[in-house]
């Protein structure tokens, strides 16, 4: 089992900056594949950025330029900084895990997420 706890959500301004983390705990050796995703009202949960297994970036059209993924394997913690923040960034920011079981078996873990409101 992996458990992941997000922090870091909160309202910011237009233009503004927040950092997120996602710190896991449980069985993360065999963790290939954390990110974060994210969902708006009214809206289906969209990939945000992630590390792929082969330790690549993969970033949403969106959000490219302006968030940065990144991690510190010693804290098994994953980070996304948010920079230039819009209105339609508000969203809850879900971290996401994938843990390999087995060959070609993989499960999924979720955080609970934190909610990022962007508003003057």
């Known amino acids: 089992q992996v458990q992941l706890v997000e922090s870091g959500g909160g309202l910011v301004q237009p233009g503004g900056s927040l950092r997120l983390s996602c710190a896991a705990s449980?069985?993360?050796?065999?963790?290939?594949?954390m990110g974060w995703y994210r969902q708006a009202p009214g809206k289906e949960r969209e990939l945000v950025a992630q590390f792929t297994p082969s330790g690549n970036t993969n970033y949403a059209d969106s959000v490219k330029g302006r968030f940065t993924i990144s991690r510190d394997n010693a804290k098994s913690t994953v980070y996304l900084q948010m920079n230039s923040l819009k209105p339609e960034d508000t969203a809850v920011y879900y971290c996401?895990?994938?843990?390999?079981?087995?060959?070609?078996?993989?499960?999924?873990?979720w955080g609970q997420g934190t909610q990022v409101t962007v508003s003057s």
């Open positions: 449980g069985s993360i050796f065999s963790i290939n594949t």
């Open positions: 996401n895990a994938w843990r390999v079981v087995r060959t070609g078996v993989r499960d999924n873990y």
